[in-house]
């Protein structure tokens, strides 16, 4: 009775705000099991996110207990007469406002709010052992993926660095990290979805039932539907990962290392993941293994001579079974023994296959310790083709970035491009390899003007402006842009066939308006 209770007045709220024409019985009606709730603190919890660079107020925040919850919401702002926007919010991990609304709801995909309230809440994933995936909840966070399917010795195949990421969010995107060469993205592993479309429809779909909306949702930026629940390809879990980190000072010859690694294909000896950073202050030459183990044969760091003044670290594992572990040092060594990088420069060490996936969140308990994680995150994330990433080092680490000190990694690592599908909505360089440039940098308010935002944002200005300059076609992942002509452009080829999508699926324009490609059709400013 309370829960309806509070439902009423949400509902109440939204009609004076926004002016919606349905009487609240009427919505009363669509018969919500979760909770919408206009309380000050889930109103503000889902004004802000991790970037911490905009904020956006909603009318109202919808936990949801199932997805008929998320597509009764969605069918009534697409058939009220003046409309509202829906937005689906994960962990709140993106970082220009994505997941914002201030003219709507933000759904709330993840976290136990309606668990505390004692509501009923989406299903926990279900495992098929025997078909080998899972049915994940859209809001699960890939964490607890993978601690539902370690229980059957299982495991997805494809990752993201951090996994305090909702399913729906990261496939919304790409879900990239160092297994993707082989794997290919999160979005190239899922077998089927269920979407709740801008209509508020609630559609399955896969390859070969509504593949249209199928392909449009990966990748999609949440413009054509909100993933209610994913099944996702599974393969046998490891047990254990042999992590290795080499260094180089000529960044040929580190590229040429990494383009040879995800050559590597298939299930022959190959490493299993493939990433690599830069080091461009001198702070971070003499600390780059300060957090990580130490050497097998010691070298003082600051006495290699840089090129150009910044380094090149190479970040490789292999994963195996403890029942192989007497085979795992020859395999790697020939492996090691085909790269060129600086002699007495490996640093490896040895961790259970959980350890590793979940090392990003040892990084983050200790930053939260320090006060450190709930700051500005200007990140800037880019898709360089290969033939232009040597201009890119002399342009950008060598350039723009000079030596100054920086509050973040510098990720760096090739993709191949045969392993995404192009029928999806993500674009990427027009060349069969591509480089994932990522300057997950944070502002820090130390003092130092090189570590403030403002001067962050305009060095990722710069990059972007000198990309452009350049003739560097470079694309944008986790896009963020402030004008369709700029969205547009970034899909070149893809934009008719996007726009096309956008007409079938949510033709109001309602979902993720924070995305600022499409202006709602019900908004006074029409114009985009």
Known sequence: MASKFLLTFAICRLIVAVGLTLDPTELLLLGVEGQLSHDPADVGSASRDFGGLKTA??????????????????????????????????????????????????????????????????????????????????????????????????????????????????????????QAFN???????????????????????????????YHAVLGGLGQFGIITKARIALEKAPQRVRWIRVLYSNFTTFTQDQEYLISLQGQGKKFDYVEGFVIVDEGLINNWRSSFFSPRNPVKISSIKADGGVLYCLEIT???????????????????????????????????????????????????????????????????????????????????????????????????KNKWDEKNSVVTPNESVFYVVALLRSALDTGDETQSLDYLSHQNHQILHFCKDEGINAKQYLPHYTTQQEWVHHFGDKWAQFSTRKMEFDPRHILATGQRIFTPSFSPNKGA
């Not at 970082?95 to 976290?111: D, K, L, Y």
């Not at 993205?185 to 509504?210: A, D």
């Open 57 to 178: 107020e909603p009318i109202g925040v919808l936990y949801p207990a199932s997805a008929d919850d998320v597509a009764r919401l969605v069918k009534s702002a697409y058939e009220s007469a003046y409309g509202f926007d829906v937005s689906a919010r994960g962990h709140g991990h993106s970082i220009n406002g994505q997941a914002m609304t201030n003219n709507g709801v933000v759904i709330q995909m993840s976290g136990s709010k309606g668990t505390r309230l004692g509501l009923r809440k989406p299903e926990p994933p279900r495992v098929s052992e025997k078909f080998m995936y899972v049915d994940v909840w859209g809001g699960e966070l890939w964490i607890d993926v993978l601690r539902s399917t370690l229980e059957y010795g299982l495991a997805p195949k494809s990752w993201t660095d951090y996994l305090y990421l909702s399913v729906g969010g990261t496939l919304s995107n790409a879900g990239i990290s160092g």
């Open 318 to 416: 292999k994963n195996y079974q403890e029942s192989n572990a007497g085979s795992i040092d020859q395999e790697v060594e020939g492996l090691l023994k085909k790269l060129n990088f600086i002699p007495a420069s490996e640093f490896t060490t040895d961790l259970p296959y959980m350890d590793f996936l979940d090392r990003v969140h040892k990084a983050e308990l200790k930053l939260r310790a320090k006060n450190l994680w709930d700051v500005p995150h200007p990140w800037l994330n880019l898709f360089v083709p290969k033939s232009r990433i040597e201009d890119f080092d002399k342009g950008v680490f060598k350039g723009i970035l000079g030596q100054n000190k920086t509050s973040g990694p510098i990720l760096i690592y090739p993709m191949n």
């Open 183 to 213: 794997h290919g993205p999160q979005i190239s592993n899922v077998y089927e979805l269920e979407v709740v479309t801008g209509k508020g429809e609630l559609l399955t779909c896969s390859k070969e039932q509504n593949s249209e909306l």
